[in-house]
């Protein structure tokens, strides 16, 4: 079976290269993706945002490893097969973590006020848009495909085949 190109763009290639640029930004850029996760409550942290202490490094740099394994074990994965189990299975497995990842985002919701983080879009930055908006998107894309939302059934593939 052929799997749609827009389900083929956006897991092989858009989804990858925005999780290489997360693991960018957490990895190779540490001081900013932390400002950037800061609020108006946090500012006063600044010096430590500045300057992350060792813990805070390693931390930051095993996300970017992270985010850089997902990136290259749903591309080469899925790149590799057409087989509807396997993309089932890794498209389900990042379903998982798509909704811990939306989960991390708990403690800004007790600062910010949950609406605030998960829902008012008009007011993200950078990072709230990768780690909230396009999560979103990347749930609702494995949502779809996991649900067969165009995808052939196998009654259509037998009849194409009379």
Same mark, same amino acid.
């Given at each position: 079976? &052929?799997?749609?190109?827009? +389900?083929? %763009?956006?897991?092989? #290639? ?8 997360? @693991? ?11 400002? *950037?996760?800061?609020? &108006? ?5 600044? =010096? ?10 390693? &931390? ?6 992270? #985010? !850089? ?5 749903? /591309? *080469?994965?899925?790149? %590799?097969?057409? =087989? ?16 811990? /990842?939306?989960?991390?985002? @708990? ?6 006020? !949950?609406?605030?983080? +998960? !829902?008012? !879009?008009?007011?993200?930055? @950078? $990072?709230?848009?990768?780690? $909230?908006?396009?999560? +979103? ?17 196998? @009654? ?7």
């Amino acid at each position: 079976m &052929s799997i749609p190109i827009l +389900y083929r %763009s956006f897991f092989l #290639y858009i989804e990858p290269i925005s999780a290489i640029l997360g @693991a960018y930004w957490a990895g190779a850029r540490p001081a900013e993706y932390l400002g *950037l996760l800061a609020t &108006s409550n946090t500012a006063r942290l600044a =010096s430590d945002i500045s300057n992350p202490n060792t813990p805070t490094l390693i &931390s930051l740099y095993q996300l970017s490893n992270l #985010y !850089f394994l997902f990136a290259l074990n749903e /591309h *080469l994965v899925l790149s %590799s097969t057409t =087989s509807l189990k396997t993309w089932r299975t890794v498209l389900f497995c990042l379903l998982v973590a798509d909704l811990g /990842h939306l989960a991390t985002m @708990a403690p800004l919701g007790l600062e910010k006020g !949950f609406a605030e983080v +998960y !829902f008012a !879009f008009w007011n993200w930055n @950078a $990072i709230e848009w990768g780690s $909230i908006g396009f999560v +979103y998107a990347g749930a609702t894309m494995r949502t779809c495909f996991l649900l067969g939302v165009g995808l052939e059934s196998d @009654a259509s593939r037998e009849k194409r085949k009379l």
